[in-house]
Every structure is written in structure tokens, then in C-alpha cells.
């Protein structure tokens, strides 16, 4: 299995952005899917979450300001980010689990990507 998170990038404060996951050797429709991130110093934390039935989770600190989708025919998660502030900067990782309580939970997990990189500058 792998998770090819891309996209990432420098942009300013109140940008936005869409990285792609492309997943191979799984079916995206079949697993719930993912978004992490992973600022300096700080613990990997949870900031999106799709279900296999599409139901989503978001935290509140981003709320309203991301969205998770899916395409199918591509097998590829996205994460859209608009309103990007700097606290916002950190590694994005694409996640996959079975069930949806695993994938929401970091150390439950099935599956990680590599990270792409996200900085937001002031």
C-alpha cells in the first residue's frame, strides 16, 4: 500500500490549497480516509476524516476553513484548505484505516503517507 500525499507548498496567509493523496494497493471507497498534520515540536494531530459512506469529521481548529473529498475513478483523496494562516504550516499527512474510529485516532492508523510540506507565511 502506498499514499503519495503532493502539493504542498509556500503560500500567504488567507491562500489556499488542494494537495492530492493518490493511494495504490487499496480502494479509497472501501476505507475511510484521512488528513493529518504534524507542526515542529508538536504531536501529529487530526484534521480531516472521510468514512467509506462519506460522512466527514473535522476539528474545530479547522472547521469550516478545510475540506476532505474523494474521487473514485482517480483513487485519490484531496484536502482543500482555504483561509490558510500560519499556524497552519506543518507536514500533511494522508491516512487509511478500515474503519472509520481507527482512522481518526493516530495511533490506530492502518496506513501512512509521506508528508508534503505547508508553509504559511504572515
Known amino acids: 500500500v502506498q499514499l503519495q500525499a503532493s502539493g504542498g507548498g509556500l503560500v500567504q496567509a488567507g491562500g489556499s490549497l488542494r494537495p492530492p493523496c493518490a493511494a495504490s494497493g487499496l480502494t479509497i471507497r472501501s476505507y475511510a480516509m484521512g488528513w493529518y498534520r504534524q507542526a515542529p515540536g508538536k504531536e501529529r494531530e487530526l484534521v480531516a476524516a472521510i468514512s467509506s459512506g462519506g460522512i466527514t469529521y473535522y476539528p474545530n481548529s479547522v472547521k469550516a476553513r478545510f475540506t476532505i473529498s474523494t474521487d473514485n475513478a482517480r483513487n485519490t483523496v484531496y484536502l482543500q484548505m482555504n483561509s490558510l494562516k500560519p499556524e497552519d504550516t506543518a507536514v500533511y499527512y494522508c491516512?487509511?484505516?478500515?474503519?472509520?474510529?481507527?482512522?481518526?485516532?493516530?495511533?490506530?492508523?492502518?496506513?501512512w503517507g509521506k508528508g508534503t510540506l505547508v508553509t504559511v507565511s504572515s
Open positions: 491516512a487509511a484505516s478500515k474503519a472509520f474510529r481507527d482512522v481518526i485516532r493516530v495511533g490506530d492508523v492502518n496506513y
